[in-house]
């Protein structure tokens, strides 16, 4: 239906800067949400931010140092990370939810490390 791949994260230390990236392919439709979700280890999984047509959803805790984006011509979603703290320390998982076509529904990606030294 839909599928996911996700750039891989990595290590970096508090204060420096991170982009992931994912690209969709499949029965991607226009209109819908694309985002990225996190998880950190004995938590629950958590909205970062999203994009649906040209509205973002930021979490408050990465307001004012993440930034979401999308390429649509290459059904493209980032997430670009600055001021990292310690606490953002998680998987994070791209996301694609369509609201229409015969691929309606929720989608995820694999999630990638992200780790940040203090």
């Known amino acids: 239906q839909v599928q996911l791949v996700e750039s891989a994260g990595g290590l970096v230390q508090a204060g420096g800067s991170l982009r992931l990236s994912c690209v969709a392919s499949?029965?991607?439709?226009?209109?819908?949400?694309m985002g990225w979700y996190r998880q950190a280890p004995g938590k629950q999984r958590e909205l970062v931010a999203t994009?649906?047509?040209?509205?973002?959803n930021y979490a408050d805790s990465v307001k004012g140092r993440f930034t979401v984006s999308r390429d649509n011509a290459k059904n493209t979603v980032y997430l670009q990370m600055n001021s990292l703290k310690p606490e953002d320390t998680a998987v994070y998982y791209c996301?694609?939810?369509?609201?229409?076509?015969?691929?309606?529904?929720?989608?995820w990606g694999q999630g990638t490390q992200v780790t940040v030294s203090s």
């Open positions: 996301y694609v939810k369509n609201y229409f076509g015969p691929a309606i529904g929720d989608y």
């Open positions: 499949g029965r991607i439709f226009s209109g819908n949400t």
């Open positions: 994009l649906t047509g040209g509205m973002t």
